[in-house]
């Protein structure tokens, strides 16, 4: 361009190479995670192309308590290095219609490409100064487009038998007392807590 000196690029044209760099640089670091994780597409018996399954459904406990749940999980980009990890989210509706915000960890066992039948654990937890305290872990597998799902006894250590939130490892814990549930993929507005909106959804 006349009257330009010499090795001196316009503004534009220097803007367009930092895009063009950001970008290839983007594109390669999700090539890298779909390469290391192909599994986060596939979850729950979906196309998961953002790396996210949501759904919710029933926990019913052997005292009889019902709970429903929602649930939020993503890959956990920083733990998955080295590790089959999610984070996510969730809610959990105690049965007189009380909502509990939660923090979830994840871990999925022997997987590659599909998460179909394969071992997942899910750690829930409130905020550490939320009262009542609360934490509880369900296991299961997605078995099609359903996560199954059960918690060898946990929930009790943070909900009464009759599904009241005592606080964890406060009070009594009933002997030998499950829960177990089926999830659904769908999103929060298609499980309100006892026709309470959530909060944080």
């Known amino acids: 361009?006349?009257?330009?000196?010499?090795?001196?690029?316009?503004?534009?044209?220097?803007?367009?190479?930092?895009?063009?760099?950001?970008?290839?640089?983007?594109?390669?670091?999700?090539?890298?995670?779909?390469?290391?994780?192909?599994?986060?597409?596939?979850?729950?018996?979906?196309?998961?192309?953002?790396l996210t399954w949501h759904g919710g459904g029933t926990l019913e406990?052997?005292?009889?308590?019902?709970?429903?749940l929602f649930l939020e999980v993503w890959l956990d980009r920083e733990r998955g290095r080295s590790a089959k990890a999610l984070a996510g989210r969730a809610r959990l509706c105690t049965p007189d219609g009380e909502p509990h915000e939660l923090k979830v960890d994840g871990y999925v066992k022997g997987v590659w490409w599909n998460l179909e039948g394969r071992p997942v654990t899910f750690t829930f937890s409130n905020a550490k100064e939320a009262v009542p305290r609360l934490k509880f872990t369900l296991s299961g597998s997605w078995q099609g487009q359903r996560l199954v799902l059960e918690d060898?006894?946990?929930?009790?250590?943070?909900?009464?038998?009759?599904?009241r939130a005592k606080g964890y490892l406060a009070g009594a814990t009933?002997?030998?007392?499950?829960?177990?549930?089926?999830?659904?993929?769908?999103?929060?507005?298609?499980?309100?807590?006892?026709?309470?909106?959530?909060?944080?959804f």
């Open 1 to 50: 361009m006349a009257g330009q000196p010499p090795g001196k690029q316009p503004a534009a044209a220097k803007r367009r190479g930092c895009i063009t760099s950001l970008s290839g640089a983007l594109l390669f670091a999700v090539a890298v995670i779909l390469l290391i994780h192909p599994w986060a597409l596939h979850m729950g018996g979906r196309w998961t192309p953002a």
């Open 152 to 163: 060898q006894g946990s929930m009790a250590l943070s909900f009464a038998s009759d599904g």
């Open 61 to 68: 406990s052997s005292s009889g308590a019902r709970y429903l």
């Open 174 to 200: 009933a002997p030998r007392e499950s829960t177990t549930g089926r999830l659904a993929y769908g999103t929060a507005e298609q499980f309100p807590c006892g026709g309470k909106s959530g909060t944080s």
